[in-house]
C-alpha cells in the first residue's frame, strides 16, 4: 500500500509531506500504522534495517503535524509491542590521542579538518556547521560564543565558544555570510576516510564522530588536544 511504499520506498514523505498528506486523503491512524509494520515484517527484513525507514516515516509525521497536515502523530499512539524497535547501534568517538593524532595529521581537504574539529570542540551537528553563519557567532571582550537556532530540533542554543574553537573559526569572507564553506556531504566523508587512515584512526570517523567526541570526551574532561 502507499504507507508501506512510503516507509519502505525510496520516496520517503521527509521530502514530499505536502504531496504525501495532501487533504489528509489517506487518513492516517494507528491502524495504518500497525498494518505497515504487519506489511514490512512479512518480507522478513532485518530490523537494523527495517528501522531506518520507519525512524524517517516517523520524523516525517512529526513534521507533517508542525506543519498543520494532521492533527497528530498515530505512532505515539502505539503501545512498546506494537512500535518497531530500532537497532541499538555503538556511538563512535575518538579519544584525546586519536583526536591528537588527527590534529598533527594533513587532511586532504584543510576546510573539512577545519570544521571537523571546530565540532570536536564545541559539538554542533554537520547540519548546524554546514549553516553557522558570522551572524550567528559573537565575539568581543563580553562574550564569545554562538547564538543559533539548531537546524534538526528549532531549538535556540547558547554555546560558549573556547579559545581552541575559536583558533578554529576562518577568516571571515566578504563575498558569503557562511562561516564554514564546504563541499558535499559525500565528499567530506571521502576526505575524512583518508584523513582518519593517515593519521591511523581505526575507526569510522563522521561529523557524527565529531559531536560524540565532544559529548562523551572534551565535555566531561575539558581536554586539551593541542
Known amino acids: 500500500n502507499v504507507l508501506t511504499q512510503a516507509c519502505y520506498g525510496e520516496h520517503t514523505p521527509c521530502f514530499k509531506l505536502g504531496e504525501f498528506f495532501a487533504g489528509e486523503k489517506l ?3 494507528k491502524n495504518h ?5 504487519a506489511d514490512l515484517g512479512a518480507l522478513n527484513i532485518f530490523r537494523h534495517i527495517l528501522s531506518s ?7 516525517a509525521l512529526q513534521r507533517a503535524v508542525r506543519k498543520g497536515y494532521i ?15 530500532t537497532a541499538k547501534t555503538q556511538r563512535e568517538y575518538l579519544s584525546e590521542e586519536e583526536l591528537s593524532r588527527l590534529v598533527k595529521t594533513d587532511c586532504p581537504n584543510a576546510k573539512v579538518k577545519q570544521a571537523f574539529l571546530f565540532s570536536c570542540l564545541c559539538g554542533l551537528r ?13 565575539l568581543n571582550e563580553k562574550t564569545h560564543r554562538i547564538e543559533k537556532r539548531m537546524v534538526k530540533t528549532q ?8 579559545k581552541d574553537a575559536e583558533a578554529l573559526l576562518p577568516q571571515k569572507n566578504n563575498k558569503s555570510n557562511l562561516v564554514f564553506s564546504l563541499p558535499t556531504l559525500a565528499n567530506v566523508n571521502r576526505s575524512l576516510k583518508k584523513w582518519a587512515a593517515a593519521a591511523k584512526v581505526n575507526k569510522h570517523v563522521t561529523f557524527h564522530t565529531a559531536r560524540h567526541t565532544f559529548a562523551t570526551l572534551l565535555l566531561s574532561n575539558d581536554v586539551d588536544i593541542y
Request: charged letters at 20%.
Open 27 to 29: 487518513g492516517i491512524n
Open 126 to 138: 554537520w547540519s548546524d556547521i554546514t549553516t553557522l553563519e558570522w551572524s550567528h557567532v559573537f
Open 33 to 37: 500504522i500497525v498494518r505497515c509494520k
Open 155 to 162: 531549538e535556540l542554543i547558547y554555546l560558549p565558544l573556547s
Open 53 to 59: 525507514p520507519y525512524s524517517k516515516f516517523s520524523s
Open 71 to 85: 492533527a497528530s502523530n498515530p505512532i505515539s499512539l502505539l503501545g512498546p509491542d506494537e512500535r518497531i524497535a
